[in-house]
């Protein structure tokens, strides 16, 4: 019950974040972090699968509706939820994909380079999908890979920051 | 049937994904190809006045260099007011005898610049203000010292960085002024230690004086150009001495809340200043 209230706070809190102040940011003209990501990070692995593919959908909506570009994030997100528990039992070395309770990728269960990896490979599919999307098409594909790497780097670095440093603070809970 | 039942269990998961999936495409297919835009105008009736609340806090950030930019551009067009200028008789184009030209020729008087007050005080006897410019940035003693909503004072003292300003909150300020539509000049003075409220005297007692009268400068000082608002009138009372009114005025400027003030400078200063000096002399 307590982790269900502490999601859905991290949830709104991310969310709104996002919207009003990271949304907003552009550094160097092309580099946008998307730190809501960290809220889908951190769900349990344990959520019936439609249910996580669902928070994954509503999510990216939220996030489309305030940057005007229906569609493009609801889809990137489902499919970065489609790919986690692939992703997170991969990372665990096992390759039969089962999902045990013991899976909480929160920085307190697992190690650094674990939580990294999980973040990088997440985030760079979700920032593929969407800018591929967003743009819909290859011309002047040098620089939408420039924005790609750009986004997954900074957002990469966002989130583990917040991440650690929201971590620490609560023992274990974030 | 047990089968089906057995298989919709297993597959739940992937006929969701696929039915969300579809439904992405289709909300951006139809903002893209279709420019259906009915979705993004509805989704934006809800979004759009939260965002508007998100950057409106956001935007108080950005005030400070948006103010700056908006004071330059005021300078710009404080400096192409009429008053700024004395209209000249050209004589080169009085030489060439163009008929159809005005032989006139706009000098400029008054400039203006603009400082940050860093420093001021309002309750006191002899109230006194610190602003961020000094003699580097071209401010020189008795230039006018105004606030966006009318007269502040006279710079009185300048250091290389910053400069001293006398407010009008202070004995010895003295500013001539005319009241409108009287017409009469006279001279404001501050004497009841209220930030808010000087006087207006040497206004002789026949002429009339409403309250909410407004009172400008009347430009004979050569520090203030002519048309400054100082405030308004508040009260008008026969005073002691019979051939005079007493007048307090609301003073325009909030001393209490200035930051930003425009620093106005007399070009001719010296000039007039030494013809003054010679009249004072005989």
Same mark, same amino acid.
């Given at each position: 019950?307590?982790?269900i ?12 974040v996002?919207?009003?102040v990271?949304q907003?940011?552009?550094?160097f ?18 959520l019936?699968?439609s ?5 994954g959908?509503a ?21 970065m ?19 045990e309770?013991?899976?909480r990728?929160?920085?307190g269960?697992?190690?650094f380079r ?12 979700y920032?593929?999908?969407?800018v ?23 957002s ?8 650690y440093?929201?971590h620490?603070?609560?023992k274990g809970?974030? | ?8 269990k ?7 994904l ?7 495409v289709v909300m ?6 279709f420019?259906?835009y ?19 806090m ?16 005021n300078i ?21 005898s163009?008929?159809?030209?005005? *032989?006139t020729? %706009?000098v ?7 400082? #940050?007050?860093?420093?001021r005080?309002? !309750?006191?006897? $002899? ?9 580097k ?17 006279v710079v ?16 010895e300020?003295?500013?001539s002024?005319?009241v ?7 001279t404001?003075?501050?004497?009841? *230690?209220?930030? %808010?409220?000087?006087?207006?005297e040497?206004?002789?007692? #026949? ?5 909410? !009268?407004?009172? $400008? ?8 150009p ?9 009260e ?13 005025i ?6 209490t ?7 106005v ?13 010679n009249?004072?002399?005989?």
């Amino acid at each position: 019950m307590n982790n269900i209230i502490a999601n859905i706070l991290r949830f709104l809190i991310l969310l709104i974040v996002q919207v009003i102040v990271c949304q907003h940011i552009c550094l160097f003209g092309y580099m946008t972090p998307a730190l809501f990501l960290l809220a889908l990070f951190l769900l349990p692995l344990e959520l019936p699968l439609s249910l996580q593919y669902f928070i994954g959908f509503a999510t990216g909506f939220v996030v489309d509706a305030f940057a005007h570009t229906l569609g493009v994030s609801s889809f990137a997100c489902t499919l970065m939820m489609f790919v986690r528990p692939y992703v997170a039992h991969w990372l665990n070395g096992s390759n039969n994909v089962k999902f045990e309770n013991i899976d909480r990728p929160e920085p307190g269960a697992k190690d650094f380079r674990w939580v990294f990896l999980y973040t990088l490979i997440l985030t760079s599919l979700y920032q593929l999908t969407s800018v591929l999307l967003e743009t819909m098409s290859f011309r002047n594909f040098g620089h939408t890979l420039l924005v790609i790497l750009g986004n997954t780097l900074f957002s990469v670095f966002v989130i583990l920051c917040v991440e650690y440093i929201f971590h620490s603070h609560s023992k274990g809970e974030i | 049937m047990n089968n089906l039942i057995e298989f919709f269990k297993r597959a739940f998961h992937i006929i969701v994904l696929a039915v969300l999936l579809i439904l992405s495409v289709v909300m951006l297919g139809k903002s893209l190809a279709f420019n259906d835009y009915r979705l993004s105008r509805a989704v934006q009736s809800v979004v759009g006045p939260i965002q508007k609340s998100g950057r409106s806090m956001i935007h108080r950030f950005h005030l400070g260099p948006e103010n700056e930019a908006l004071v330059q551009q005021n300078i710009q067009l404080l400096r192409e007011q009429e008053n700024m200028f004395i209209v000249k008789e050209d004589t080169i184009l009085t030489e060439m005898s163009m008929p159809d030209s005005t *032989n006139t020729k %706009r000098v400029r008087l008054y400039d203006y610049t603009y400082a #940050h007050v860093i420093f001021r005080t309002t !309750d006191r006897a $002899f109230n006194y203000m610190i602003v961020d410019k000094g003699s580097k940035d071209g401010i020189t003693r008795d230039m006018a010292v105004l606030s966006p909503q009318g007269v502040a004072g006279v710079v009185t003292d300048v250091s290389p960085n910053f400069a001293t300003v006398r407010p009008i909150l202070h004995p010895e300020s003295r500013i001539s002024a005319v009241v409108t539509p009287a017409n009469q000049n006279g001279t404001v003075i501050w004497e009841d *230690n209220d930030p %808010r409220v000087a006087y207006l005297e040497a206004i002789p007692q #026949h002429s009339e004086i409403n309250i909410g !009268d407004s009172v $400008f400068t009347n430009g004979f000082s050569n520090i203030f150009p002519k048309g400054l608002f100082i405030g308004t009138v508040k009260e008008v009372q026969v005073g002691n001495n019979a051939s005079f009114l007493t007048i307090k005025i609301n003073l325009a400027t909030p001393y209490t809340d200035i930051y930003t003030v425009y620093l106005v400078e007399n070009t001719f200063k010296a000039e007039l200043d030494s013809l003054k000096a010679n009249f004072k002399n005989e």
